[in-house]
């Protein structure tokens, strides 16, 4: 992998990872599709979900505050805000059960081009008739444990190559009731403890690079926090207008794109 290609592939993911696309899912088609690219595994895309992890924090690092002093505070607002720690509990639970017993079945999808692309299609699917189905009025902006609970079962589930993290659950809460913004907050706060999990587990792979690829995977998360940062403002901004099912039919194209050539 050379340094473009690190850099490339962390502007993909920063780009993918907000917007309810699949970033899994688009690194995967992207390496397969990079001539004389050296795959470098797993490790790499942990560390530009790592890099985006930390886009989450710099954008919504006064929730996050809030949500770390919430605990030792008494005024008006530290209910509410003890009340989404325990909901982003209830949602990580699930996340996490789903995540270590599906680590191996999801990692050996990777580089499986087919069902990578059937997965986008799916995910376009849901991204449609979530935005269809959807009340038409602004929806609710409490969210209930039965909420944070599937929510955390589609972000599971997101494990899979070509499942997007942010449309699965962003599209359940839309579902449940839940107004755009808020299940889009609800979404990337909820993203953090997995993304870090997931992080913390590659750890032990860390030995496994070589001193010069060190160089090659820090580019590639930086580059991803730089995008990804552009990415969660842009999704809000199409969440406020209420037009989340665009992206179902970049899915659709992408996916029976891709299809249709891994089979010809």
């Known amino acids: 992998m050379t340094l473009e290609q690190a850099i490339g592939l962390g502007a993909l993911q920063g ?3 907000f917007l309810p696309v699949s970033s899994s899912g688009h690194l995967a088609l992207a390496q397969s599709q990079l001539s004389g690219f050296s795959q470098p595994g797993v490790l790499f895309d942990v560390l530009l979900h790592f890099g985006t992890m930390i886009a ?13 002093t919430a605990p030792f505070r008494k005024d008006e607002t530290a209910t509410q805000d003890r009340r ?11 996340t996490a059960i789903i995540g270590l017993a599906g680590k191996d079945f999801a990692t050996g999808l990777f580089h499986n081009v087919p069902v990578v692309a059937a997965m986008l299609i799916v995910t376009g699917s849901l991204l449609f008739l979530s935005e269809r189905l959807r009340s038409s009025d602004s929806g609710s902006s409490k969210i209930g444990y039965g ?38 907050r609800f979404s990337f706060l909820l993203a ?4 870090g999990g997931a992080t913390l587990l590659s750890i032990k792979d860390m030995q496994q690079v ?32 209420k037009r989340l099912y665009y992206f179902a039919f970049y899915c659709w194209a992408i996916g029976a794109l891709f299809l249709t050539l891994s089979l010809a």
């Open 210 to 241: 070589a001193p010069g690829e060190l160089t090659l995977y820090a580019a590639g998360a930086g580059t991803a926090l730089l995008t990804g940062l552009l990415s969660i403002h842009f999704l809000l901004a199409i969440i406020r207008r």
């Open 56 to 68: 989450v924090l710099i954008y919504f690092w006064r929730d996050i505050r809030n949500l770390a």
């Open 15 to 17: 780009a993918t990872e």
């Open 84 to 94: 989404m720690l325990l909901l982003l509990i209830v949602g990580s639970i699930p």
């Open 147 to 184: 909420d944070a609970l599937l929510t955390g079962i589609a972000q599971g589930l997101a494990i899979i190559p070509g499942i997007s993290r942010s449309g699965s659950t962003i599209a359940t809460m839309l579902l449940r009731g839940i107004d755009g913004v808020t299940a889009a």
């Open 192 to 195: 953090l403890p997995a993304v």
